[in-house]
């Protein structure tokens, strides 16, 4: 997304593809430890034969290493409910610059004996070590899932319906995405995927991880009857068993690769207060009008993320100049981040001060000083060009 | 406990107590952000009102202060539910070494703009910079609570309990304790609080918090029968009302309270693999013999942290040389750590290296010199006296 491991001028590629081992699995506490290079759905296979989940899950699963995953900090569907890595990670085993082998590989729920050194480099995005090894916390395996697609006549009727499912769901609630009806519309066109529901100007997900499947549809049923009958939803399914929930899901996941098909995509990935997230998508349609062919939004609503994408026929630089730099600049307005989960890398580096003070960039290439003077570490990438 | 807060030479206190202002609460996300100063309990009383929760309880609530649970990375009550303030906290603002003000006072859930520098200075206790404001992120008041203790017949049993109840009661447990029958008679002896249970070995103390009085009820209800009738716990008493449940709690809150009326108190706080969590109590009873007035084990089991504590009549050299370094030892052959919650201040010091490595004790040096190059940050305190 934003370049961070794609090599730009004289960088080495180091691959940790063959690092792809499980240390070990405790299932009481449902500790994981396992070497950097492990593929994230294949450690999800391994935990899951043991009744625990990974306490993350993106779209990329089945390529990303986990070792990518904490260092570049992902987030992903499974956020709102399990947190961020900054969380869930509990160790983990760094090489730093010098060669040094700094050995955090706790697999301890709570330890306070000095500073927690691995935080530093969850989301350092391989600039201030190599990650090699990871122990991470993995939740119980909830015994029922329940998903529930809707359709919502307005975004105000998408958070009305997030407040109401969070008083309703509670602690079973694991999900709450949102798509336009741009998103669908090319989901529709481009993968050929059936629309569920009656055609709404916005659509909702909403998932469900409980331990209990009779009081979890319980809870679910009772929410969409009072969601259909005041009229904060206009239609609405359910899904209970694993096939059509992997459907529902994959009108979701799958808005990256219909929006690829579309042409060229510029990718924005913004943290905004709730409220106002979807007001940037309706100004930009505006600001733009017939030079973009489509203006989506969809994203984490219960995470305050919203993936903002433009699609056209082609790159042009002009597109790009009316993009950049008002989306930051609106983005800074509401005191939002430039960069939810995608991260910095080589694209956004020089855009970091739209969300960040000086005071900060500032300590940030002191530590980048610190720990990797020579800067030979993902060289170009994450820091700003001059600070 | 670690005498982090206590002027030992030549040091200046500085107090945060008149920042104690709340400077915002949304109520859709349930993000707080407030000054430093302000009381637990008094941030408790201000989100309930508000239908919200703090993610962190702590026996020090009336009188701890926000700043100060996010300097020591305070765990206490709440943790097996809503997780490390790594996790739960959003931004800070961070006044440094230099009287630089650090503002990463963010209240958004995601930002992956550069380095979360903010995780630096959470567990610093005050060695890295002074915290003047905290955002936080406050999960949902729970619409149900509900208590049940229970007697256990021996180590294992609560151990089995533990996996048993984690299975039943899923994703409504919000804390799981334990106490030894030696906690308990300090309790009765010199609160004058009564065993609500018949005597056992070992007690539990059990919370849900849900959303579905009737859901949760039903849960904890199934979990209790199935528990008593195949004999993993030998009694039980559950409580649904406040009153009760304050009741319950205060056997175990007070534990530290009974404690230091006995004697001189020896603490100890370890995180330790939890199937190997009171061996610790055992041998260590054995190995001190009647030198010991009492050695009693209790604390968060879901967590894998002990609180083993040793009382005598008074101070002496003598015991502690049986005490020290036998105890770091014994959890550093368990590769726990010798300082699970509690943090390492002036105490704990020089102990730092058995649960952490050479490289890492470097490198948290390193970490102090770039940001308090001048040693005047809480000095003689945290990092080690030779490193």
């Known amino acids: 997304m934003v370049g961070g491991s794609v090599p730009v001028f004289d960088e080495i590629i180091l691959s940790t593809a063959l690092m792809n081992q499980v240390i070990s699995f405790d ?5 994981l430890v396992c070497q950097a290079g492990c593929v994230l759905e294949e450690l999800s296979r391994h935990v899951e034969e043991r009744d625990f989940i990974m306490p993350l899950d993106l779209g990329a699963k089945g390529s990303c290493h986990i070792g990518g995953n904490v260092a570049t900090n992902a987030g992903g569907l499974r956020f709102l409910r399990y947190g961020s890595l900054h969380g869930t990670v509990l160790g983990l085993e760094v090489v730093l610059a010098d060669g040094t082998v700094l050995n955090c590989l706790t697999s301890l729920r709570k330890d ?51 407040r109401t499912c969070r008083g309703a769901l509670g602690e079973i609630l694991s999900a709450f995405e949102f798509m336009d ?7 529709e066109r481009h993968l050929h995927l ?8 916005f659509y909702v997900l909403i998932e469900t991880s409980g331990s209990h499947a009779g ?65 940037i998508v309706t100004s930009l349609r505006a600001h733009l009008g017939p030079r973009a062919k489509h203006v989506v939004g969809y994203g984490h609503l219960g995470d305050g993320n ?49 969300s960040k003070p000086p005071e900060a960039l500032q300590l940030m290439c002191q530590l980048k000083a610190l ?4 800067g030979i570490l993902n060289p170009y990438k994450m820091l700003p060009t001059q600070a």
Chains 1, 2 share one sequence.
Request: hydrophobic residues 40%.
């Open 112 to 162: 306070n004996t000095g500073y927690d050194l691995k935080q530093l480099f969850i989301g350092s995005e391989g600039t201030l070590g190599v990650i090699t090894a990871v122990s991470i916390l993995c939740p119980p395996k909830p015994k029922a899932v329940n998903v529930a697609f809707l359709g919502c006549p307005n975004f105000a009727g998408v958070l009305r319906t997030f």
């Open 215 to 279: 009081h979890d549809a319980e809870k679910l049923g009772s929410f969409l009857e009072h969601a259909l009958g005041s009229g904060l939803v206009t239609d609405g399914t359910l899904a209970t068993d694993q096939r059509r929930i992997k459907m529902l899901w994959a009108l979701r996941e799958r808005i990256t690769e219909a929006l690829s098909l579309d042409g060229y995509v510029y990718k924005y990935d913004l943290s905004l207060p709730v409220e106002r997230l979807y007001d």
């Open 306 to 354: 919203l993936h903002l994408n433009v699609t056209a026929e082609a790159f042009s630089t002009s597109l790009l100049a009316a993009l950049e730099p008002h989306v930051y600049e609106w983005t800074a307005g509401q005191r939002g981040s430039i960069s939810a989960e995608h991260g910095v890398g080589f694209k956004k580096r020089d855009v970091l001060g739209y």
């Open 194 to 201: 059936a629309r569920p529901v009656q055609e709404s100007p």
């Open 27 to 31: 299932d009481v506490s449902g500790t």
């Open 371 to 374: 720990l990797d003077p020579k």
């Open 181 to 187: 009806a741009a998103c669908m519309q090319l989901v």
